[in-house]
């Protein structure tokens, strides 16, 4: 899980938000039904991803909508024990930056 998202924030600092959304949904995907904690927070960052990638297309009303999946989620890190909970931080830190930089300008 913590080398997928480091390859994540990579991309996401590359603008290859498609590719970022790829690399995490390879852990959400066998998961996807299960109610866990991580899965939903990875579920957030996915969408948050192809928020990212919808505003590149020009697709704004979508990309509203799936960023709206991440912000669903993303209270779930408040509470979060896990391991892997200051790479979390770091993605959430990330994503707020580039969603000002791409739904504000």
């Excluded at 959304?21 to 192809?50: C, Y």
């Excluded at 704004?60 to 709206?68: D, G, L, S, T, V």
């Excluded at 509470?79 to 200051?86: A, C, D, G, I, R």
């Amino acid at each position: 899980m913590g080398e997928a998202c480091k390859t994540f924030i990579q991309l996401i600092k590359k603008c290859e938000y498609y590719e970022a959304h790829e690399v995490l949904e390879d852990i959400w995907f066998p998961r996807r039904f299960e109610k866990d904690e991580e899965i939903l927070i990875i579920k957030g960052f996915i969408n948050a991803s192809v928020a990212f990638e919808l505003v590149k297309k020009g697709r704004m009303e979508a990309a509203k909508k799936a960023w709206n999946v991440y912000l669903k989620y993303s209270p779930l890190l408040e509470n979060s024990t896990s391991e892997h909970l200051p790479i979390y931080k770091e993605i959430e830190k990330l994503l707020e930056q580039k969603y000002e930089q791409l739904f504000r300008s």
